[in-house]
């Protein structure tokens, strides 16, 4: 089986010193790729160097919603400086919109991620999202700057069925990861029936959102569970999903596999 954690942090201060065993017990389980994503400006190297050290993880620039500044005002020419000297990076992201904290204020959020999205646009990378609560917000931006003709996933995707469709439509897929182990709501039942096989991927966001039965921090091996909870809500053999969800991620972000 081959799996892609198509989501994760391992820049983390609770993962980066101890990378080494956490990735041989992730390749144990059948991870084959790790997308792993900064959230600050001053992990952006930290994330190249990692993927620089393991050959198995690709890595993406961004700043997260809930870490953007005012002074983050040229993040585009930020991007634009690191990707010129840094061409192997796979994705923009972590970028997105936070309705459910107070700070940073929301329009900040709206500000800084258009930018970051605008860059995604016009060097056609595909976007790695984090949408809670401002779903509408989010279609409005992509409407304003548009889309990468390459695409891209709203992480750790927990919206209905409607809001599903809208963004298919506009080129987006989704991860899920954690949340796949909790008793499954209708909701999430029907949207996976909409969102499988084509639109759907795994993460673990490691080191945050950890399957039930583990304790904080997440780990990549983790997956594992988060593709038993995926087979029990589906319906369908974990190879399949295991199958279908890797191609998914190789298609969108290019990956060698
Ligand atoms: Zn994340």
């Not at 605008?118 to 700057?145: M, Q, T, W, Y």
């Not at 409607?162 to 987006?172: E, R, V």
């Not at 087979?231 to 990956?255: C, D, H, P, Q, Y």
Request: hydrophobic share 40%.
């Amino acid at each position: 089986m081959k799996i892609v954690d198509a989501h994760c942090h391992l820049e983390s201060p609770e993962l980066k010193d101890d990378l080494h065993k956490l990735l041989n017990d992730a390749y144990r389980e059948g991870v084959v790729k790790i997308i792993t994503s900064s959230v600050i400006i001053d992990e952006w190297y930290i994330s190249k160097n990692i993927s620089k050290n393991f050959p198995e993880v690709e890595y993406t620039v961004g700043v997260h919603p809930w870490y953007v500044k005012d002074s983050h005002f040229d993040i585009y020419k930020k991007l634009g400086e690191f990707y010129t000297e840094n061409r192997d990076l796979i994705a923009i992201g972590e970028i997105g919109l936070d309705k459910k904290i107070d700070s940073p204020p929301f329009y900040l959020q709206q500000m800084i991620f258009e930018e970051q999205m605008k860059f995604a646009v016009d060097v056609n990378l595909p976007v790695i999202i984090h949408c809670r609560g401002a779903f509408n917000e989010l279609a409005e931006s992509l409407k304003k700057v548009g889309m990468p003709k390459r695409g891209g996933i709203i992480h750790a995707f927990s919206g209905s069925v409607d809001i599903a469709l809208t963004f298919i439509k506009k080129g987006i897929s989704f991860s899920m990861g954690g949340a796949l182990t909790y008793k499954p709501s209708n909701k999430r039942i029907e949207t996976l029936k909409v969102i499988y096989p084509e639109h759907f991927l795994l993460e673990t966001d490691s080191p945050d959102i950890p399957p039930v039965g583990t304790e904080k921090p997440n780990v990549p091996a983790n997956i594992i569970l988060n593709l038993k909870g995926a087979e029990a809500i589906i319906g369908r053999s974990a190879e399949e999903i295991a199958e279908v969800t890797t191609k998914n991620a190789e298609r969108i972000f290019n990956l060698k596999i």
